[in-house]
């Protein structure tokens, strides 16, 4: 089978897996006034955002249960059992009924399509990276930015999807019936990933290595130092993604950015991130992941702040796609090589497991809750700058994981 057909097994599946989280966030507005209706704004996006959180709590369930899975059973089941859950729970939020038709128990609806798309993404970070790390050692860092890649094109898709809603309906109708047009775009490519995924042969490395009868036992009782390396290294890429997902809301809500220019600067960072982080994964492979890597990070903690502080004092389109886009290069250029950096941490017969864990233990404390808190430090002290904050912690943290990498694969 050629190596082009096996990116797009790992790549259509992830970035459908990644879409359908895009739109939650992005429409977390239009959501949260059919399922949250407190009569208060911020109280029904606080809402909104936090049953976006509950997702990342089904995260570490899914990494172990699917992680452990792929290990034993083969990368290709656990891929395809993944798009197969997520397929279901984007089903769910497509045709949910809303609060003011069945009360209360909406919620409950909406919050348990959530857990399925959480326990499903737990593990497709883990068996798709494996996956697409394990085909040619040699290019480990090139094809294991595909990943990386296929989540820029769920960016581009989510955010020109919104973007283009936005501009198109009236409010009324976006909050009314538009927010659902997404989630059945995202159904209807559910099928065709899982048509790929299917028939795509296990790869080489993992198909030439011993396997694990228990991958969890093995990882816990003997990978903890480098599942904590794992984690630390996912820190900077996971807050950037997440901020990100933020930022047209924090645009329309607090800058006054129009959302339709807020929704193009996130297009450009997902088409940033799509571009580049093959080039950068490609890099890595040559000079070394540590030489490509750490320069974003350093570059992204001393610029962060002022970047932010020049955009809340000149609110415009210019500044904000400077913003996104300095931050679509840093993700491509930390988070393409992250991958193939983090799989050649874990030995094969317990890669998957260790990936998985290392990265699901990781987002629900960095990424899941970033939309909640930083809502509601805005809210509670009236700084606009505290998404730069956060940005700048998650860059000295990255910086002090690749050191702590770069030992243990030395």
Not at 134 to 153: D, I, K, L, M
Not at 222 to 238: D, F
């Amino acid at each position: 089978m050629s190596r082009a057909r096996v990116v797009l097994a790992a790549s259509v599946g992830n970035a459908l897996e990644w879409f359908d989280l895009l739109v939650f966030g992005y429409l977390s507005g239009p959501i949260s006034s059919q399922f949250f209706p407190a009569g208060n704004e911020v109280a029904s996006l606080l809402a909104t955002f936090a049953t976006f959180a509950v997702a990342f709590a089904a995260r570490p369930l899914g990494a172990a249960v699917l992680g452990a899975y792929a290990d034993r059973a083969g990368r290709t089941k656990a891929l395809t059992l993944a798009v197969a859950l997520m397929t279901v729970g984007t089903a769910i939020i497509a045709f949910a009924p809303t609060f003011h038709q069945i009360g209360p128990a909406a919620t409950v609806v909406l919050v348990i399509a959530r857990l399925i798309q959480g326990f499903s993404a737990g593990g497709e970070f883990g068996s798709a990276t494996a996956f697409l790390a394990e085909q040619n050692p040699a290019r480990r860092g090139f094809y294991a930015s595909w990943q990386v890649a296929s989540q820029g094109f769920a960016t581009v898709l989510a955010a020109g999807f919104t973007g283009v809603l936005t501009a198109m309906l009236a409010p009324a109708d976006l909050q009314g019936w538009g927010w659902r047009i997404p989630f059945m775009f995202g159904l209807l490519l559910g099928p065709v990933s899982l048509y790929i995924r299917w028939y795509v042969p296990e790869p080489p490395e993992y198909r030439a290595a011993d396997h694990s009868a228990t991958p969890l036992r093995e990882t816990l009782a003997t990978q903890k130092r480098r599942l904590l390396v794992a984690m630390s290294l996912i820190v900077l890429p996971t807050v950037l993604t997440y901020i990100n997902l933020f930022m047209p809301g924090y645009a329309t809500r607090e800058l006054g950015i129009p959302a339709s220019a807020a929704f193009f600067a996130a297009f450009v960072t997902g088409a940033v991130q799509l571009t580049t982080a093959p080039i950068f994964g490609a890099l890595s492979d040559r000079y070394g992941r540590l030489r490509v890597m750490a320069p974003g990070a350093v570059a992204m903690l001393v610029l962060v702040y002022p970047l932010y502080l020049w955009l809340q004092a000149t609110p415009t389109l210019a500044a904000m796609l400077t913003l996104q886009a300095f931050s679509g290069l840093v993700l491509a250029s930390y988070f393409g090589p992250a991958p193939s950096v983090m799989a050649e941490l874990f030995p094969v017969r317990v890669r998957t497991t260790g990936l998985a864990l290392g990265y699901n233990l990781a987002v629900p404390l960095f990424g899941g809750l970033a939309p909640f808190l930083i809502t509601w430090l805005i809210a509670a002290s009236g700084d606009k700058l505290a998404p730069g904050y956060y940005v700048a912690f998650a860059s000295a943290v990255g910086l002090l994981a690749l050191l702590a990498a770069r030992r243990l694969r030395a």
